[in-house]
């Protein structure tokens, strides 16, 4: 028998703020006579919209890879756009970038 399972994205849908969620089912793996968790896709949970990947990231705010802390930068902001980017490391803090 198979198990659906819906596991939490932090996502939100567009088109009504409803949570997004993977729905995951647990499918019979011949190969390895065994259950594996197989993922189905990324749903609104509240209006059924599918999507293909997770919308989120959008507002999320770049955190310093030193110290955690929130940068003034959007996840989506270009590289080229940003401040204290350090190649291949990530994203620096103001504070952090000055040591
Ligand atoms: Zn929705
Ligand atoms: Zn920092």
Request: net charge negative.
């Amino acid at each position: 028998m198979e198990k659906k399972m819906e596991k939490s994205t932090g996502g939100k849908c567009v088109v009504c703020s409803g949570e997004i969620v993977e729905v995951i089912v647990d499918e019979w793996d011949d190969l390895n006579e065994r259950f594996q968790e197989v993922s189905k896709g990324f749903y609104c949970k509240k209006c059924g919209l599918k999507y293909a990947f997770v919308p989120k990231g959008i507002e999320e705010k770049e955190k310093c890879v030193v110290c955690g802390k929130e940068t003034q930068y959007f996840r989506n902001t270009p590289i080229d756009k940003r401040e204290h980017y350090v190649e291949g490391v990530g994203q620096v803090c103001e504070e952090c970038a000055i040591e």
